[in-house]
């Protein structure tokens, strides 16, 4: 069997853990070629580079990215701009987290502005992908390098016909069935989480193999408040001979409860630490800005925690004031094993931070048993429980609770497993 994954995203890696922890022996591939992806994570577009040497190769860093001499990569305002005489002609986008410097994409501008293509770099350094946009139109078409640069295929996006060497592919999901078949997994079972691309791959194999098809498995893990229609789809096409699970998101036990046909899937997360008791008055914030959600207020309404501020960059005055207070410690240009330490000695973290969770520390925070605590229209709700998510107008509930949370330290375990069973997740 094999794990097929549009990109191996945080939701893919949670997916591809517990199917291990379950028993699961085959390989795992991506749609997409993420630079981040583990290294038993396969490119499906790694079909095409069948007799490349990348054996040495490395992911592209800034100082390494080639300019000409009259050019130069220039940052600004937090963006690495590409420069010429006549002005800015591109941006160069680092992949995550941008500490390293590692070159993900390359945007490239016209005269007025307009994007009118973008490079992606792989984790092997080099240019695989290049998209071209016309403007009222949007993206017209790709084309696929090699690691010499040579051109291996191109993709039209206005037929989504896909073309290498001789050969014309007339979907993309065809092309992608011709990749599996260069990889040696033309006859395997596949689990997949996506009902676009990965469900037209199977109905395609289906047509190809009629009686012969292999058992498959949908495993479905965006959070919805019924069933897709292509879920019922798929219970109706028994020649497609999948299995339907629902799992990982809020409510996805009920929706299963609700079928006689679709199953529930429990998610195992890696615990990283066992009892968390001693650390219950702990609180860990992390942030890219100064703007925390009624951050002084919540500082000064819970004098019985000691709150923990890390932000991968320097701070402001705003937040370097808080320092002065005695139940607050700060950590300017945390690195993400900072985050983790601190993650390992808090028993909450709170997500009110209005800007991008930093180290994806919410999925990290399940992994550390902390509970985690957000406020909507601020936090992102990534492994965040509805319950544990205050509105706005809340704040004499959540600086209630925090301090509780701070005084009973025996309910903290209770409280981290209510969370996590709503969402799905178990420990092991």
Same mark, same amino acid.
């Given at each position: 069997?094999?794990?097929?994954?549009? =990109?191996?995203?945080?939701?893919?890696? $949670?997916?591809?853990? #517990?199917?291990?922890?379950?028993?699961? /022996? &085959?390989?795992? *591939? !991506?749609? =997409?070629?993420?630079?981040?992806?583990? $290294?038993?994570?396969? #490119?499906?577009?790694?079909?095409?580079? /069948? &007799?490349?040497? *990348? !054996?040495?190769?490395?992911?592209?860093?800034?100082? $390494?990215?080639?300019?000409?001499?009259?050019?130069?990569?220039?940052?600004?305002?937090?963006?690495?701009?590409?420069?010429?005489?006549?002005?800015?002609?591109g941006e160069v986008f680092m992949a995550e987290p941008t500490l390293h410097r590692i070159v993900s994409e390359v945007h490239w501008f016209d005269s007025k502005g307009f994007t009118y293509k973008k490079d992606y770099y792989n984790q092997f350094g080099f240019l695989y992908?290049?998209?071209?946009?016309?403007?009222?139109?949007?993206?017209?078409?790709?084309?696929?390098?090699?690691?010499?640069?040579?051109?291996?295929?191109?993709?039209?996006?206005?037929?989504?016909?896909?073309?290498?060497?001789?050969?014309?592919?007339?979907?993309?999901?065809?092309?992608?069935?011709?990749?599996?078949?260069?990889?040696?997994?033309?006859?395997?079972?596949?689990?997949?989480?996506?009902?676009?691309?990965?469900?037209?791959?199977?109905?395609?194999?289906?047509?190809?193999?009629?009686?012969?098809?292999?058992?498959?498995?949908?495993?479905?893990?965006?959070?919805?408040?019924?069933?897709?229609?292509?879920?019922?789809?798929?219970?109706?096409?028994?020649?497609?001979?999948?299995?339907?699970?629902?799992?990982?998101?809020?409510?996805?036990?009920?929706?299963?409860?609700?079928?006689?046909?679709?199953?529930?899937?429990?998610?195992?997360?890696?615990?990283?630490?066992?009892?968390?008791?001693?650390?219950?008055?702990?609180?860990?914030?992390?942030?890219?800005?100064?703007?925390?959600?009624?951050?002084?207020?919540?500082?000064?309404?819970?004098?019985?925690?000691?709150?923990?501020?890390?932000?991968?960059?320097?701070?402001?005055?705003?937040?370097?004031?808080?320092?002065?207070?005695?139940?607050?410690?700060?950590?300017?240009?945390?690195?993400?094993?900072?985050?983790?330490?601190?993650?390992?000695?808090?028993?909450?973290?709170?997500?009110?931070?209005?800007?991008?969770?930093?180290?994806?520390?919410?999925?990290?925070?399940?992994?550390?048993?902390?509970?985690?605590?957000?406020?909507?229209?601020?936090?992102?709700?990534?492994?965040?429980?509805?319950?544990?998510?205050?509105?706005?107008?809340?704040?004499?509930?959540?600086?209630?609770?925090?301090?509780?949370?701070?005084?009973?330290?025996?309910?903290?375990?209770?409280?981290?497993?209510?969370?996590?069973?709503?969402?799905?997740?178990?420990?092991?």
């Amino acid at each position: 069997m094999i794990l097929l994954v549009t =990109e191996y995203d945080n939701v893919a890696w $949670d997916l591809h853990y #517990s199917l291990l922890r379950k028993g699961f /022996k &085959g390989s795992v *591939l !991506s749609l =997409e070629d993420n630079l981040n992806q583990p $290294d038993d994570v396969q #490119s499906i577009w790694s079909a095409l580079y /069948k &007799g490349y040497d *990348l !054996s040495d190769r490395k992911p592209l860093h800034i100082n $390494d990215f080639p300019v000409p001499l009259d050019w130069e990569v220039e940052r600004e305002d937090g963006k690495f701009l590409i420069k010429t005489i006549d002005g800015v002609i591109g941006e160069v986008f680092m992949a995550e987290p941008t500490l390293h410097r590692i070159v993900s994409e390359v945007h490239w501008f016209d005269s007025k502005g307009f994007t009118y293509k973008k490079d992606y770099y792989n984790q092997f350094g080099f240019l695989y992908k290049s998209s071209t946009f016309v403007k009222c139109v949007g993206l017209v078409g790709s084309q696929f390098y090699s690691p010499s640069g040579e051109m291996l295929a191109t993709w039209n996006h206005q037929t989504d016909s896909v073309v290498v060497a001789r050969t014309i592919f007339p979907t993309m999901s065809k092309f992608y069935l011709y990749c599996l078949e260069e990889l040696g997994y033309s006859e395997k079972s596949i689990s997949f989480n996506n009902l676009g691309t990965p469900l037209q791959m199977l109905i395609d194999k289906a047509e190809l193999m009629g009686e012969d098809m292999p058992p498959n498995e949908l495993i479905f893990t965006e959070k919805v408040d019924e069933l897709p229609g292509n879920i019922d789809y798929i219970l109706k096409h028994k020649e497609l001979n999948v299995e339907c699970y629902v799992g990982g998101f809020e409510g996805a036990r009920e929706l299963a409860n609700e079928s006689e046909e679709v199953n529930f899937f429990e998610f195992h997360a890696p615990l990283y630490v066992s009892d968390k008791a001693d650390y219950c008055k702990d609180v860990l914030i992390t942030t890219e800005t100064d703007d925390l959600w009624s951050i002084e207020r919540l500082v000064d309404s819970c004098p019985n925690n000691v709150f923990h501020i890390a932000a991968p960059t320097l701070m402001s005055s705003r937040l370097t004031a808080l320092g002065d207070k005695s139940n607050v410690k700060l950590y300017q240009q945390a690195t993400q094993g900072k985050v983790e330490q601190l993650l390992e000695t808090s028993g909450i973290f709170l997500d009110i931070a209005n800007s991008p969770t930093v180290y994806d520390a919410n999925r990290l925070a399940l992994r550390y048993k902390c509970l985690r605590l957000g406020v909507r229209g601020i936090s992102s709700g990534d492994y965040i429980s509805e319950i544990y998510m205050a509105y706005p107008k809340d704040f004499e509930w959540l600086k209630d609770f925090i301090d509780y949370c701070s005084q009973h330290a025996d309910s903290l375990d209770q409280w981290v497993a209510k969370e996590n069973f709503a969402l799905g997740y178990s420990y092991d």
